[in-house]
């Protein structure tokens, strides 16, 4: 689902950077099935792959987990696709008081615009990143199927989702729930941004 948009999601350009860490992604995404509960030897298409698969076959994609400077520099990206979110856990593993989702420089860096995917189970602090976000999209856990996140942020399908609970700004907010005189989040119960397919937005 879309939290946030600065900026319109369809993206037919020539030069697309994507920041992420496969190995985490697949932790992320097979951790409870594989890890936790059975070793199926499942597989599974990670966003990065479902991005080179799904964009024109003249757009370019470069993959890199810690980009450096100069190769910044000596590269004219017309875009940024950042995919962040939280180490794998399940259960008692995963109490984590502050609940803070962490960004480098390079990912809240305004060098490009760029669209912030984040894989996480829950909500997360992201408030002092916001206004560095182009478009925020909560991916949540998205299983072995990164091909799904694509399909929505390339514009081959319009975003739609709503929230089912409260984003929180700060973890001191919580527990928070709709009607409390403190009821103040970024993102309130059944928010969500709605956009349309490409193929819609061409007719318009």
């Given at each position: 689902?879309?939290?946030?948009?600065?900026?319109?999601?369809?993206?037919?350009?020539?030069?697309?950077?994507?920041v992420e860490s496969e190995n985490r992604e697949y932790v992320v995404m097979y951790f409870?099935?594989?890890?936790?509960?059975?070793?199926?030897?499942?597989?599974?298409?990670?966003?990065?792959?479902?991005?080179?698969?799904?964009?024109?076959?003249?757009?370019?994609?470069?993959?890199?987990?810690?980009?450096?400077?100069?190769?910044?520099?000596?590269?004219?990206?017309?875009?940024?696709?950042?995919?962040?979110?939280?180490?794998?856990?399940?259960?008692?593993?995963?109490?984590?008081?502050?609940?803070?989702?962490?960004?480098?420089?390079?990912?809240?860096?305004?060098?490009?615009?760029?669209?912030?995917?984040?894989?996480?189970?829950?909500?997360?602090?992201?408030?002092?990143?916001?206004?560095?976000?182009?478009?925020?999209?909560?991916?949540?856990?998205?299983?072995?199927?990164?091909?799904?996140?694509?399909?929505?942020?390339?514009?081959?399908?319009?975003?739609?989702?709503?929230?089912?609970?409260?984003?929180?700004?700060?973890?001191?907010?919580?527990?928070?729930?709709?009607?409390?005189?403190?009821?103040?989040?970024?993102?309130?119960?059944?928010?969500?941004?709605?956009?349309?397919?490409?193929?819609?937005?061409?007719?318009e």
């Open positions: 689902m879309v939290l946030a948009s600065n900026s319109k999601l369809l993206i037919r350009i020539q030069h697309i950077i994507v409870l099935i594989l890890n936790y509960q059975c070793s199926c030897g499942l597989t599974g298409t990670t966003i990065l792959a479902a991005v080179e698969n799904t964009v024109d076959q003249h757009t370019e994609v470069v993959h890199s987990e810690y980009p450096e400077t100069q190769f910044l520099k000596s590269n004219k990206f017309s875009f940024a696709i950042v995919v962040v979110g939280e180490l794998p856990y399940c259960e008692s593993f995963g109490d984590d008081k502050k609940k803070e989702l962490q960004m480098n420089s390079f990912q809240i860096c305004g060098l490009w615009k760029k669209s912030t995917i984040t894989i996480s189970g829950r909500p997360l602090v992201i408030e002092p990143y916001l206004p560095k976000i182009d478009a925020l999209v909560a991916a949540w856990l998205p299983g072995t199927e990164g091909q799904g996140v694509a399909d929505v942020l390339l514009g081959d399908y319009g975003f739609t989702g709503r929230l089912a609970g409260t984003w929180f700004k700060t973890v001191d907010q919580l527990p928070m729930n709709v009607g409390d005189a403190h009821y103040d989040p970024p993102f309130q119960f059944g928010y969500g941004l709605t956009t349309l397919s490409a193929e819609l937005r061409s007719s």
